[in-house]
């Protein structure tokens, strides 16, 4: 059994990266935006309807936050990251349950992103959404677990960054 007192693990001290007053970060993602071989991160922020970028170098620390916006009342909740439009940078998906909605930031060259596409889910609120190829297409689709209808939709990737 383990304590307090007892329990050793070999962890680095914690880094603290300041996100803004009631962002509420909801949810994280891996990828490398800026291709430069270090791993970036993603974050929902459902209390200030944006996500926010945090760029890595590579040693465990990262640059302060790039924050695109969700829109108005989105309240983004979760986040997932692939290539939507094959162009090989990555893309970021976002779960927008204030607006019913997921919303898609289309990579650019040097880590930028295109404003938010949205894509309607009718009335259903999304909570969280994953990334696959669900119809053996190799293009990337994404399905979402949806509160208040209590249903999943399924969106069927274009390979243009649509659905």
């Known amino acids: 059994m383990f304590t307090y007192k007892t329990c050793k693990l070999p962890f680095q001290p914690t880094i603290i990266y300041p996100i803004g007053y009631d962002s509420l970060p909801s949810h994280a993602a891996i990828g490398d935006f800026n291709k430069d071989n270090h791993q970036d991160l993603v974050v929902a922020f459902y209390g200030t309807n944006s996500i926010g970028i945090f760029f890595g170098y590579g040693n465990g620390t990262f640059t302060d936050q790039v924050t695109y916006s969700t829109g108005f009342i989105s309240l983004p909740c979760w986040v997932a990251v692939t ?16 607006t019913h909605s997921i919303g898609v930031f289309l990579g650019l060259s040097g880590g930028n992103f295109t404003n938010q596409i949205t894509f309607s889910l009718g009335s259903s609120r999304p909570l969280s959404l994953v990334i696959g190829d669900f119809n ?6 994404i399905a979402v677990a949806n509160a208040g209808t209590s249903d999943i939709a399924i969106l069927l990737g274009l390979n243009n960054g649509s659905f």
Not at 83 to 98: Q, S
């Open 83 to 98: 290539d939507f439009n094959n162009d090989t940078v990555l893309d970021i998906a976002v779960a927008n349950y204030g």
């Open 136 to 141: 053996n297409d190799h293009q990337s689709d």
